[in-house]
């Protein structure tokens, strides 16, 4: 696990929430965290070109910083039914 994640760092971090040096917002958005969103395009990686994938996550991280900015976002159109509707059309050439 030490070579996915940085462990030592990650514990100092929970340190500092309990130590309450670090203050948590939590907010519910309609887009799926970074992490679920990287698994997301695991998942497609083999209907997903390189530059699509690259435009997606800058899209992703946009939106993403728009919620934490308090502006408005266009969260509710991103392109997930897109590569949706990708894989359907490249499973039925298959």
């Not at 940085?6 to 309990?18: S, Y």
């Not at 309450?20 to 997903?48: C, E, H, M, W």
């Amino acid at each position: 696990m030490e070579d996915l994640m940085d462990l030592e760092n990650a514990r100092l971090v929970v340190k500092w929430i309990k130590d309450g040096k670090v203050k948590l917002n939590i907010r519910k958005t309609p887009l799926p965290s970074p992490f679920a969103t990287n698994l997301i395009l695991q998942g497609y990686s083999d209907l997903i070109r390189i530059e699509d994938r690259q435009k997606f996550l800058r899209r992703m991280h946009e939106e993403h910083i728009r919620i934490i900015e308090d502006k408005p976002t266009d969260a509710v159109n991103l392109p997930f039914k897109q590569i949706k509707h990708l894989r359907k059309s490249r499973l039925k050439k298959r």
